[in-house]
């Protein structure tokens, strides 16, 4: 009765390398909200919102002109739209970014074109805690707006 409960490492909760992923073709243009709850390719065009329960790839012929959520994002091709995500955003050398990247961590490979703003999100930054940086901590005690005058 209160036993150990056997985990199923075949379950696609249990094991990523299990979830589905669906992928746009690139011959495929899609115009409205996608919404998803697994991983997504997108290699065709895709003109609306985007919102995912996974990751979501921007392959090298991928265009997506909208607002992308999900838990992370890998780019290679072209977005122009805010990206909200609760783990990592990679911009790719041979991507190109136009607006407001809110995660938790971003990778801006050299050679990525970015136009826009990074917003780094998350509990410990919501929650005022001391996070951990390589061996050192800091302590996040309030904003500051930093405007281009100030660089």
């Known amino acids: 009765m209160f036993g150990k409960r056997k985990i199923d490492k075949k379950s696609p909760i249990n094991n990523p390398a299990l979830r589905s992923l669906s992928v746009l073709s690139g011959s495929a243009a899609v115009k409205g909200e996608i919404s998803i709850d697994d991983d997504l390719r997108i290699d065709g065009n895709v003109d609306g919102d985007i919102n995912s329960g996974g990751k979501v790839v921007i392959g090298p012929d991928g265009c997506v002109k909208g607002k992308i959520t999900g838990k992370s994002i890998e780019v290679i091709g072209k977005i122009s739209g805010d ?7 990679i911009l790719r050398a041979s991507s190109y970014y136009e607006g407001q990247i809110t995660a938790r961590n971003i990778e801006i490979e050299a050679g990525a074109s970015f136009y826009g703003n990074c917003r780094m999100e998350g509990d410990d930054f919501k929650n005022n805690k001391t996070v951990p940086n390589d061996g050192t901590s800091i302590q996040i005690t309030d904003k500051k707006e930093i405007y281009n005058e100030d660089i």
């Open 83 to 89: 990206i909200t995500v609760s783990d990592i955003v």
